[in-house]
């Protein structure tokens, strides 16, 4: 098996022409995102010369107090909705896999995971038209929800693929040791559970953290989150003040991704 | 009431199980009656899809019952869910909760039972002593080896004391030595035990060497219940012949019965004496032997009382010579020769021959 595997590596390198589509792809995925890193520790105001090294523009993001309570905001409502998506994700999860079958368990299954092909736009449409409709006036609590909303898909996938892969038997261990059904959940699923639920947590967390499409459109005035902020700051006029938050958005986006993969890497192999 | 040898620990009455409903439902269980006795080591024996798990799992309480009843020790279990039967499983791959160690895995049921921390630790201990696992106490499970996890489960499933324990094809994941080795040792558990095991599996060897009594299952529906002598010396029909050891079936003609034994005429025309299961046909009619390999033997062509055979090949398989022959019709048997030490192979290939066969060797079954 894994001798095959590793031929037919050998033979996707013998492709003409691999070498340089890989190159050029690379290129142009990580070189604007290297720049914007590198020149947030520019010394003077510019994104084409280097003045030199410095931390000023983190220190002049880190004191607007724009930025500070966007980044409150995104932050609040990140964890919120990551948390309650957590939530109803795993109570999804639980019925779709330890039920009993049940009719139209494969519609269920799309209706679960159709947010996720939606373009966002229609989302963000349909979002505002419906709190309109209904007479909510916009502000973070339209924000949360939405995010809360379109986050239970993500947080659903690692989790609900996890828990179809521990056998039943072992709730069946659980009950046959006397465990009514809160303690099986309690003590047996929900452990073994732990690794992909914290990481659909996170997967929950940074897209609400990101999100701007669906945010710009059902966020009121004053309730601006960190995305919105900085767009916010780009029109105005190009600042390397950007740079700064762009790159505190990556680090932390980058330390979610790779906390949440190696959480779900640990849990499978235990 | 006493628990005497011969109480009944478990009785099943009736027991139907249907899978689904309209047209596409399916009976698993064909009305099944079975008493099984306070501390019997007592087997559930057949082919995979024959409904032996799904008894188990209908005692166990994890399936409904359709129809019919289960009672333990005379208390009926229909209404009570799993968590609430004085009853553990042993699971055929283990179910060991992988998250906690050993010590944790075998006071899980003390501990949902509420039994205290000293008492839970001095009978986890006991249980660890008596599997001869204590000194992996503190190891997860996915530290130690097949065999020993399977010891685990078995402790995790005595540990509360239960008053039956049921053991869903436990050996079937361990080797062949581990699983000879796991086979006494099972046995002599269950005896210091004192509790009645009811073992679901489909390897008749280890049906054989573990139970105080077999029933044999085949769609949906007990054939035989026995002690392992009986299943094998006196099988009731075709499959429990054909599935317990190794046997040859040939065709018959019944001539006439002659007390408890009947007369039978095999296709080359010689006639044998053979002893009778229960709804046998009736004389004049059509049925079935069993011949066991090993009641034949061979002995000169033509001499007083044995049946003209040809020896079509051999094989060696160790402890004794595997021999296919014919008849004079045509019709073919398995003759099975103990090997002594450093001789030749006394018969060969091509060989005419006669064909003896010990006294109640043949038996006619029902169909």
């Known amino acids: 098996m894994s001798g095959r595997e590793s031929s037919s590596q050998k033979s996707l390198r013998r492709y003409p022409g691999f070498r340089a589509v890989a190159l050029m792809c690379l290129f142009l995925l990580y070189v604007p995102i290297l720049v914007v890193a590198i020149y947030s520790f520019n010394d003077i105001r510019s994104i084409t010369t280097w003045g030199g090294f410095s931390l000023k523009w983190y220190a002049k993001a880190f004191s607007n107090p724009q930025i500070q309570s966007a980044t409150w905001n995104s932050l609040v409502i990140a964890v919120s909705a990551a948390t309650i998506a957590t939530c109803v994700a795993t109570a999804a999860a639980m019925g779709m896999t330890r039920g009993r079958r049940f009719r139209g368990q494969g519609g269920v299954f799309a209706v679960i995971s159709i947010p996720l092909m939606i373009p966002e736009i229609v989302t963000a449409v349909a979002s505002l038209a419906f709190f309109l409709a209904i007479g909510f006036t916009l502000g973070l609590h339209t924000i949360l929800i939405a995010h809360t909303v379109f986050c239970i898909p993500f947080a659903y996938l690692p989790i609900a693929a996890r828990m179809q892969g521990i056998e039943k038997a072992f709730d069946e261990a659980a009950k046959d040791l006397y465990a009514g059904r809160w303690r099986a959940f309690r003590y047996v699923l929900l452990p073994m559970m732990t690794p992909a639920i914290i990481s659909g947590y996170m997967l929950a967390f940074i897209i609400s953290l990101d999100d701007f499409i669906i945010t710009s459109l059902v966020a009121g005035p004053g309730s601006t989150t960190l995305p919105l902020a900085i767009y916010g700051l780009v029109r105005v006029g190009f600042s390397p003040e950007i740079n700064a938050i762009s790159t505190l958005l990556l680090l932390v986006s980058m330390i979610f991704v790779s906390a949440s993969y190696l959480v779900s890497r640990i849990g499978r192999s235990n | ?367």
């Open chain 2, 1 to 367: 009431m006493s628990e005497g040898e011969n109480e009944i620990a478990v009785h099943i009455g009736d027991v139907v199980k249907v899978y689904g409903s309209g047209d596409s439902a399916h009976t698993a269980l064909h009305g099944i009656n079975l008493d099984i006795r306070h501390n019997e080591f007592f087997t559930l024996l057949g082919p995979s899809g024959c409904g032996k798990t799904t008894l188990l799992r209908m005692i166990a309480g994890f399936e409904s019952v359709t129809e019919g009843e289960i009672s333990l020790y005379g208390q009926n279990l229909a209404t009570s869910p799993p968590n609430r039967r004085p009853v553990n499983t042993v699971f055929q791959q283990y179910a060991l909760f992988p998250h906690m160690t050993v010590a944790k895995n075998v006071a899980f049921g003390l501990k949902m039972k509420g039994h205290g921390e000293a008492e839970t630790r001095a009978r986890v201990d006991e249980m660890l002593r008596l599997v001869q696992l204590d000194r992996f106490a503190e190891r997860r499970p996915s530290q130690l080896s097949g065999g020993q996890q399977q010891r685990v489960a078995l402790a995790r499933a005595l540990a509360p004391s239960p008053k039956l324990l049921l053991l869903d094809e436990p050996l079937s994941a361990l080797d062949l030595k581990l699983r000879q080795a796991m086979r006494l040792e099972l046995k002599q558990i269950q005896r210091d035990a004192g509790i009645t095991f009811i073992f679901v599996t489909h390897d008749q060897e280890e049906a054989l060497t573990m139970s105080d009594r077999i029933a044999v299952m085949s769609e949906g529906a007990l054939q035989q219940v026995g002690d392992s002598r009986d299943i094998y010396e006196a099988p009731v029909n075709r499959f429990v012949a054909d599935f317990i050891g190794e046997t040859n079936l040939p065709e018959v003609v019944i001539e006439r019965y002659e007390g408890d034994h009947a007369v039978c005429r095999l296709g080359d025309g010689s006639e044998l004496h053979c002893s009778v299961s229960e709804g046998a046909a009736a004389a004049g009619e059509r049925g079935h032997l069993s011949i066991r390999p090993e009641r034949l033997s061979f002995t000169a062509a033509g001499e007083e009382g044995s049946i003209r055979c040809v020896i079509d090949r051999t094989i060696y398989v160790g402890t004794d010579t595997q021999y296919a022959v014919h008849l004079g019709d045509g019709s073919e048997l398995v003759v099975r020769v103990q090997n002594e030490a450093g001789e030749e192979l006394p018969w060969s290939a091509g060989d005419e021959v006669g064909l003896r066969l010990a006294t109640g060797a043949a038996r006619l079954l029902s169909d």
